[in-house]
């Protein structure tokens, strides 16, 4: 855990902050001085990474998928924190792992919902507030699915595909605000979201890797807090690679 101050007086977001990679991002936040909200659907999980990670922490339950209820987490991460400086938007879904011909159309919905629409309305409701203070970050998590695509996730790539070509819009829509806008594209990564894929897809996407092994959630957690800190100043719609020797561009 790092013991630098980077985030002292900062406000930030983290969706899907009650586990794997998002728990990662707002405690490392919160180590470094920030006040974090945690959006996440889960009343359970979100009462577990309080007691987690202690002071510092807003809880707020919020369904991404519903733009009512993006626009209520924002007022009350707002009302509870008093500006909004940096949003890591962590929370996605896997879908099942199925041919794309034979993929459920419900499944294929859901998927985009969570992993595209629902990132899209927690980009666009932070903006207007960072533009107001003049400062902003925005760090979303993509995926080298995103890049490569991953055979038997059709939905998932192409979700995370258009998250790609949304962070680099957005970062060139901001760059004269003082507003940098980023995205990662980790490979596998061992955490719950493991829960939601086959075994032979998992054995899939580590046999890509060249170092032959999963990613860390520190490893992660450490590129993404510092594009989401002011050290990441001049650097704004990129895409940077975790995965282990994996993305070839």
């Known amino acids: 855990m790092s013991s630098n101050r980077r985030f002292e007086g900062r406000s930030a977001i983290v969706t899907g902050g009650a586990s794997g990679i998002g728990l990662g991002i707002a405690t490392r936040l919160v180590s470094e001085g920030a006040q974090v909200a945690i959006w996440d659907m889960s009343p359970g999980a979100l009462a577990d990474a309080r007691e987690k990670i202690g002071s510092g922490i807003t809880a707020v339950r919020v369904d991404i998928t519903d733009p009512e209820d993006v626009h209520a987490a924002r007022e009350e991460t707002l009302s509870a924190l008093g500006g909004i400086d940096v949003l890591v938007a962590c929370a996605g879904i896997t879908g099942p792992n199925t041919t794309t011909w034979e993929y459920p159309i ?51 790539s192409a979700s995370k595909a258009a998250v790609i070509g949304l962070t680099k819009s957005l970062g060139k829509e901001l760059a004269k605000n003082s507003i940098t806008v980023n995205c990662v594209t980790p490979a596998a990564v061992r955490t719950p979201i493991f829960d939601q894929m086959s075994q032979t897809h998992i054995d899939y996407m580590l046999s890509k890797i060249p170092m032959g092994r999963f990613g860390e959630v520190e490893e992660v957690t450490a590129l993404i807090c510092w594009l989401a800190s002011e050290e990441c100043s001049f650097t704004t719609g990129g895409v940077f690679d975790i995965s282990g020797g994996r993305a070839t561009y």
């Open 106 to 156: 419900d499944a294929w919905r859901k998927v985009v919902d969570v992993n595209l629409n629902g990132l899209f309305d927690c980009n666009r409701a932070v903006v207007p507030s960072m533009l107001e203070g003049g400062y902003g970050r925005i760090v979303n998590v993509a995926s080298v699915a995103g890049k490569e695509g991953n055979p038997n996730a059709s939905a998932y």
